[in-house]
């Protein structure tokens, strides 16, 4: 129980929001920036890569098919079995290429909120939370964040989580599920600077909070008030993003990272990189698909 396994060697450079398609009975990932995107069948073994030209940072489920892409400078729609990419929307600055995309996560409308951040000075504040709707448009919801991160919601969908990296802070928002906007910003939770930044955020069926520790060699699960209920170490320095999947929805795909690792850090974390499993005694929720 709790125990990280290694299941996958990825070796990523930096392993980014895995996203479970139960249809396919299957986790889909990918390398931030460019390098090939993942896909793992956990019952069967297969593990594929499909290489892009498109700098992609996240992944979410659509409900026309296929996923959507997240990239630095545009939101795609990718259809695996292709391996194509169609521009949905473009770069929230389009005379600022340094502002890139960066995590994301679906509402229970449907809706895709996506965070930003200034790939240039990460720890400025430019970063800021946007709405994607199904008819394609474009909403600021939220702004001020040094690289916002991993989103989730709760339970009843009223409440944002976001992680604000590079402040080591996780953020709270009211949201409104009739208009998709948010208020009354707050810090849910705070991580000690020498136990890495925050990173990957999802939300599980019991309405815990995960987090992953890029730097830290764990990740955190805490209840609705911000309280740490559990953590897990790993064997490796940067824990990145997660998600819940297998039949039952009870195991937890996580994956890692190598970029920053010297070459005494590698052979001392030689599953750097790699996607493990934990089984937590937990379910998750199947993370809502993109309604347009």
Known sequence: MNEPKQIVSAQNRLGETPIWEPNENALYWVDWGGLPSCRFEPETGKFETFPTNVPTTALARRASGGLVAIAQNGIYGWEPKTNQYNLIVGSTQPTRPEIFYNDAAVDRQGRLLVGTFNMDDPFSPEGSIYRLDPDGSLHELDSGYATANGIGFSLDGKTVYVADQRKWEIIALDYDPLTGTTSNRRVFATLPKDEGQPDGLIVDSEGFIWN?????????????????????????????????????????????????????????????????????????????????
């Open 212 to 292: 992953g520790h890029q730097g830290g060699w764990k990740l955190t699960r805490y209840d609705p008030d911000g309280k740490i209920e559990c953590q897990i170490r790993f064997p490796v320095q940067h824990v990145i993003s997660f998600a819940f999947g297998g039949k039952d929805l009870d195991e937890l795909f996580v994956t890692t990272m190598t970029w920053g690792l010297d070459e005494e850090q590698r052979k001392g974390q030689p599953w750097a990189g790699d996607l493990f499993c934990v089984h937590t005694g937990v379910q998750g929720l199947l993370e809502p698909a993109f309604a347009g």
